[in-house]
């Protein structure tokens, strides 16, 4: 796990994340005002700090979603049945977390109806009646949604009963074409985590067993969460001609024979919030990257009863909003020190001092969220400086995520070695046969799963991490959210 002995308990309130990581976790989204618990078991109310680092995100990767040439629809949450049944791998790997509707009041319905899980059934239902020439392809939709699993055991944001997110569905004539639109978006998703989220992953092929329930293929991309556990960040999958056949999507083709197109999805979730929190965080509490935190620069005045304070920092206010930062003024009647713990813990990138002193001297103090470095900038350069030091705030970010990663995986060669690494808080990379069994007896015996067999397959030995077996196959295992 993450060191972070110079912090101590700067924060009380906060759990020592060293000591008790979860309870760290839970009280960070709590205390900072992100989430509260619903009154009904396993959902979460998402209060309005936590909402705008959603919006966020739904801005970024939106922009990347229409870049790519995807239109946004929106599909019914109930479902009928039915549906679901048609394709049997699907709800059978679906089954266990589905809520039915089975009443209109009193009155049975004829046919239960599903509380969407996810939309592949309905949305193909649709592509069925509006697919039906080569002409229609390729279809390129995707949805922002809320979806209701029925966790049994529950974390805000991490896994909760309902929760938001985006589901893309396209369909292709060719299977080339969907393989590549599969590829192309779990790419735009690597690229999101990157530049925006300032979060490094591991991207690869999910085993058979581990596989999104009637895909052909599933990609993912694993984020390393500081106390050493995997975090699955987004999925794409390839589908193939399964959901098509099954919902009879066909279409006439230019050849004059009637065919089923090929299928992807691909979705990331409010999930991501939890990854900032448990990627960046520290003892003092959230540190949020600046392209998704909700305010980037608060202002904290000085002494506002001394004249000449109170107006400089508006006006710095004023002239950073204009160059388009998001910022707070923090006016309120609280002692100065309370307004540094508190912004500290709401993760704000930035922090600006202005007092007598400062406008005496021409200039701000800035303080870091990421380094807790102090700097001065003049009046005259902040609508230049500011922005670039939330940039360089960004990098560093991203820099220290990076280098936790590939600093916390370790290549082992057997299972002792494997246990120690899992113990030590490390991902594991190794070579694997490919069986279901060893890793069923890995996740039995040491409580880890495989993630991604990552697209680089340069071998890393020549037999089996878990039977000892010849093997052909690379791939990471962690314990994992």
């Known amino acids: 796990m993450a060191k972070h002995g110079s912090d101590k308990q700067f924060v009380k309130e906060i759990a020592d994340m060293n000591a008790d990581f979860p309870q760290w976790y839970t009280d960070v989204v709590l205390k900072t005002q992100l989430v509260d618990y619903g009154p009904v078991k396993g959902t979460m109310v998402i209060r309005p700090y936590g909402y705008e680092i959603w919006e966020r995100i739904q801005d970024e ?280 713990n508190e912004w500290e813990m709401k993760g704000v990138p930035l922090r600006l001092e202005i007092g007598p002193r400062d406008i005496e001297n021409g200039h701000v103090a800035a303080v870091r969220r990421d380094t807790h470095e102090k700097l001065f900038v003049s009046f005259e350069a902040l609508e230049k400086e500011i922005p670039a030091l939330l940039d360089a705030i960004h990098d560093n970010m991203f820099a220290m995520s990076h280098e936790f990663l590939h600093s916390h995986i370790k290549v082992c060669k057997d299972m002792d070695e494997m246990k120690e690494a899992l113990d030590d808080h490390c991902f594991v990379k190794a070579m694997w046969c490919g069986c279901r069994e060893c890793e069923d007896k890995i996740k039995a015996s040491l409580a880890a799963t495989s993630r991604v067999m990552p697209f680089d397959q340069t071998p890393v030995g020549d037999a089996c991490v878990c039977c000892g077996k010849e093997a052909n196959k690379v791939i990471y295992f962690a314990k994992s959210y």
């Open 61 to 340: 990767l939106d922009k990347r979603f229409k870049a790519t040439g995807h239109r946004n629809a929106y599909f019914p949450m109930l479902i009928p049945y039915s549906f679901l049944v048609k394709e049997s791998e699907h709800v059978e790997g679906f089954a266990p977390e589905v809520a039915l509707v089975t009443h209109v009041g009193d009155t049975p319905l004829e046919e239960k109806l599903v509380v969407r899980p996810t939309s592949e059934t309905i949305i193909c239902s649709m592509y069925a009646k509006w697919v039906q020439s080569y002409r229609d392809l390729p279809v390129l939709i995707n949805q922002w949604a809320n979806v209701v699993r029925w966790e049994k055991t529950t974390r805000p944001f991490l896994r909760t009963s309902e929760f938001l997110w985006q589901e893309g569905h396209t369909l292709h004539a060719t299977e080339e074409e969907a393989k590549e639109e599969t590829l192309r978006m779990l790419e735009v998703y690597r690229e999101f985590m990157q530049n925006v989220l300032a979060i490094d992953v591991l991207t690869g092929v999910k085993s058979e067993k581990e596989k999104f329930a009637g895909a052909v293929e599933t990609y993912a991309m694993e984020a390393m969460m500081l106390d050493g556990k995997s975090l699955q960040a987004g999925t794409s999958h390839y589908l193939g001609k399964n959901f098509a056949s099954a919902f009879e999507i066909k279409y006439l083709d230019s050849d004059g024979q009637l065919k089923n197109p090929y299928q992807t999805s691909w979705g990331v979730s409010t999930r991501l919030i939890g990854a900032l929190i448990m990627a960046h965080g520290d003892q003092r509490g959230l540190k949020l990257p600046p392209r998704v935190a909700p305010i980037q620069v608060v202002i904290v005045p000085v002494a506002v009863h001394k004249e000449g304070v109170l107006e400089k920092a508006q006006e710095v206010s004023d002239m950073l909003k204009a160059a388009g930062v998001r910022v707070e003024l923090d006016v309120r009647d609280q002692s100065v020190g309370w307004k540094y």
